[in-house]
């Protein structure tokens, strides 16, 4: 997979990576997932995203089992892993731990990303105090944070130790751009990666619309490509997202994986543009 993305820690990550939201959660799924799993691991696709919510950490055992399987003939320094705390594990207290069960459930003893999923009670200074700890010790190798609004990036920036945030991760498909408002633009400032999930708009009613959206049927057959293919296409247009597409399916991360091989042409991103007009005014942080 090439255009890979430069974090400000030095380390370069792949433009698509592979969601594992609802992955682990049936054991008689579990041998699909982990084939699927190490296909888009095989085809570049080698930064996974779980979290200690997903599954009450199924998602992180079940990942576990992927990246051991996957060390049995290639490196650990080759992934990229990515899980996230959740906002009342974030304390002073609780985050070693967090951190340490995370690390369990998966198999490793550092992670390469640390998210703080998403805003909760707990003082953002003591959870930015405690993320910069973790990184001193080695458990983690970065830190970043997840559905953080404008006014919540401008708050972090001025904590002392917030600049060592790496990645926002936030809701993108092409039916809610309301972070191309202002957000995306404080982020790129500030060298904050934006890390893009549900890009195809969680397979539900929305997607559905996307799928089968004129527009983007046409410029799926003028690629000779899926509709999925340019929608992800479309996400990771500018070289300064990541998306992390979930799939269960070998086939269909296939067919991902080579989405990042396509170039949409201006003409082809202004028709999406007058399909699914970006913001003109601030909207509410989309996270479903
Ligand atoms: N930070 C947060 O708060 C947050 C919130 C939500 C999600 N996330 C992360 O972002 C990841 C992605 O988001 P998501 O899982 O909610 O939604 P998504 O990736 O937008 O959509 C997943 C759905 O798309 C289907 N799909 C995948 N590839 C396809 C293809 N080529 N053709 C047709 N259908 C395809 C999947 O079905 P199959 O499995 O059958 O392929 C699944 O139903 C999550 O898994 C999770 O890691 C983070």
Redesign the pocket.
């Given at each position: 997979m090439k255009k890979n993305i430069r974090l400000k820690n030095g380390t370069n990550i792949p433009p698509l990576g592979?969601?594992?939201?609802?992955?682990g959660d049936r054991p008689e799924k579990a041998q699909q997932e982990i084939t699927?799993l190490l296909t888009g691991i095989d085809q570049g696709m080698t930064l996974i995203?779980?979290?200690e919510m997903?599954g009450e950490g199924l998602?992180e055992k079940l990942v576990g089992k992927v990246i051991s399987k996957y060390l049995q003939k290639g490196n650990r320094e080759d992934l990229y892993i990515v899980s996230?705390v959740l906002p009342w594990n974030a304390g002073r207290n609780k985050i070693h731990q967090a951190c340490e069960s995370s690390m369990k459930r998966l198999e490793i003893d550092y992670l390469d990303l640390y998210?703080y999923?998403?805003i909760g009670d707990i003082p953002l200074a003591e959870v930015v105090e405690g993320l910069n700890q973790l990184q001193e010790q080695g458990l983690i190798r970065g830190w970043g944070v997840?559905?953080f609004d404008t006014a919540d990036i401008k708050q972090l920036l001025q904590i002392p130790g917030g600049e060592n945030c790496l990645v926002n991760?936030?809701?993108y498909?092409p039916a809610s751009r309301g972070i191309e408002y202002d957000l995306l633009e404080l982020m790129y400032q500030h060298d904050i990666i934006h890390?893009?999930?549900?890009?195809?708009?969680?397979?539900?009613r929305i997607?559905k619309g996307l799928?089968e959206n004129a527009t983007i049927r046409d410029i799926a057959e003028a690629h000779n490509v899926?509709?999925?293919?340019v929608l992800?296409a479309w996400n990771i247009r500018n070289g300064k997202t990541v998306?992390?597409?979930?799939?269960?399916?070998a086939?269909?991360?296939m067919?991902?994986a080579a989405a990042c091989d396509i170039t949409l042409t201006p003409k082809e991103l202004e028709a999406i543009d007058t399909a699914y007009p970006p913001p003109t005014c601030k909207l509410p942080l989309d996270?479903?």
């Open positions: 592979l969601g594992t939201w609802c992955i699927a995203d779980t979290a997903y998602s996230k998210l999923h998403w997840s559905n991760q936030n809701l498909h890390m893009s999930y549900c890009p195809l708009a969680q397979g539900g997607a799928q899926t509709p999925s293919q992800l998306a992390i597409p979930k799939s269960a399916s086939n269909h991360i067919e991902n996270t479903e």
